[in-house]
């Protein structure tokens, strides 16, 4: 079989065993891998409607069939659960290497079933299958539990092969803002993850291996990714912007469309407050840059971090960091943001929705609606000192964090407040104002993991310009755009791809390295039919866990509060109106549902 | 005659180079464990390493190596498959691999992949 293994490894953690199964071919073909396969296999193993953080509810770590096959950033691994935050699918997308020597180990696929009753870690290292006991790794932060592994194994060789996915203390006490992390790498979608894994018992993860992957045809292969990565080379973004700043440097493509949220969103904002010196970063904190497997990009950045709270290596912030921790939260000092989404990594919280959370507390109390007492913690706007020790105490569910910790919706809803929460779907809202970009504004809507931007990336087109220029005022167009996103994203995820080439390369692009790896013949449609064939396949697992189209709707604030000045000056979110035409174009009825034919024409 | 120049400090570990050169070798099969260039990561840094030729023995002249005010176990480095660094030994054969300058001219495979600028091929004469 080229590029997948067809292995897939299931292990019972309560009765402490575990075999290996054959992937089935047809599914692989329907759906191709990674988040599609994963999500696949969840929809029929679990009932939507369990509880996320019971026995039931089980955990899918799945890699695409180009992973590890020297595919251009073909790096990404999915963690496929019902997410403990929202109670939809989530699906994390994970960094750096891991995905990679998963295959190597041996496996497309690993299933995690029940729970175990104290706390282990699971390791295939070399065909050696164990679930070990792990009670002294328990409560440690992601970096000593990685160091505190690769010690144990004992030979000073194989720690350097030896690639770790772990829960932070804030996954142990089942927070359902906890991420996973692999290697230092934050997973981009894994609010509520972290936790499901914390249920389990389940601390850890480790693999190593030393199988092969077989390409179809070496030298057409070969020839395919010499040319995407000359591409890739000759594309300003990709070559320039990406990998000296990351992704950072959307913070002033998005300041200059006034995009960037300010204080939870709040609407009348000054255009100067956000500024944020993005071009200061390599000055701050002598960025190394560090790449996932196979990636000629090498978008994120590690800095040395000095603060009272924590001293040493971490990672630089990213947009999503900025965005979501520092200026939602009415920060604007980079080294506090760096602070907090170290916070973040060590502790194994996800920065979008603990960054979400702080700001719905900060406005609570603002607004007179949740006192200082109440909270037992200081919550200003602006005030780093806050932001880094509710991160904290919430980690921990030390103190009085545990109302925080529950999220931001819970929060809001706690004191009577819904509407202050900026989420959809329980989930905060990644650091886009809807009211500015139209795309992402529908997307946030209608998407099957909450209002996250890595799900359908429409700000490429719509600020960044790179394939087409499009106003992200405008509604023209929109709704085909979000869906084209979305199910090109979905391909993209299940194949094990990241979406940053899309930056500087078209999706047809791929094609070629696609079919060469896997000895296919698609074409860039027949892909994108498997990607809306996975998009459905999610929304029926949401539909069935509870959610409709009363769930596709952004907060009061994006439709009602036009923004009162900069280049969005007067806008507020039209997604009512975009709604009704996305619904059409994807074959569902008025409330949200696919249309029988729609299901059937897609195989399902 | 052309040689292969490693800059350390520009590499960022995305092993690609690894691939390439597995690729190369042997027709059609991704496998790090069959390269014949590996990276290795001590802390922050990453060290790209070309197979050199084998020794069957452990040598006797280890030194650290300093560079700047870090120190590196010198082992890291050492291009040779020793018994000590079971690396660059093909697992199925325990056959020793060294790097052979394969690829198309001008270009090893390794050094055509290589998008950081960590390898560079370069006259020496």
Partial sequence: MNGWTGRCLRVNLSKKDFHIEDVSPSLMERFLGGRGLGVKMLSEEINPQVDPLSAENKIIFVSGPLVGTGAVTGASCNVVTKSALSGTIACAKLRGHFGAELKFAGFDMIIIEDKADSPVILSVLDDKISIQPALEYWGRTTSEAEKLFKAGLGDKWAGRETYLLSVGPAGEKEIPLANVINDGFLSVGGAGIGAVMGSKNLKALAVRGSHSLTVADGDRFVQAVTTLINKLNSAPLTSRSMSTLGSAFFADRCHQKAILPFENFKAPTLSESKHIETETLPRLFALRSRACFACPIACIKKADVMGPLFKGKGMAPTFLAIGALGLNCGIRDLTTIAMANVICGEMGLDPLAAGGTVATAMELVEKGNASKEDLKLEFRFGEGDDLLQALTLMATKKGHAKRIGKGGQALAVEYGQPKRFMGVKGIPMAPFDPRAIQGMGLHFATSNYGPQHLYAYTFIDEVLHVHEELDPLSTEGKPELVKQYQDMTAVMDSLGLCNWPLMGLKFKNFVPMINSCLGTEYRAEDLLRIGERIWNQERCFNMEAGFDHTHDVLPERFVKEPLLEGPAQGHTSKVEEMLPVYYRLRGWNEGGAPLPGTLDALEL | ?125
């Avoid at chain 2, 005010?69 to 890291?76: A, F, G, K, P, W």
């Avoid at chain 2, 690396?87 to 270009?107: N, R, V």
Wanted: with cysteine; hydrophobic share 35%.
């Fill in chain 2, 1 to 125: 005659m052309p040689r292969i120049k490693i800059d350390h400090t520009k590499c960022t570990g995305c092993r690609h180079c690894e691939i390439a050169c597995s690729l190369n070798h042997v027709a059609g099969v991704a496998n790090p464990r069959r390269a014949r260039i590996r990276v290795f990561r001590e802390g922050s840094t990453y060290f790209p390493t070309i197979a050199g030729p084998f020794v069957d023995a452990a040598c006797t002249s280890k030194n650290d190596l300093v560079i700047g005010d870090q120190t590196y176990n010198m082992c890291l480095i050492c291009r040779a498959s020793c018994p000590e660094k079971p690396f660059f030994i093909e697992a199925e054969t325990g056959f020793p691999l060294k790097c052979d300058f394969c690829g198309i001219p001008p270009s090893p495979s390794c050094v055509r992949w290589c998008n950081s600028g960590a390898l560079e091929l370069v006259e020496d004469d």
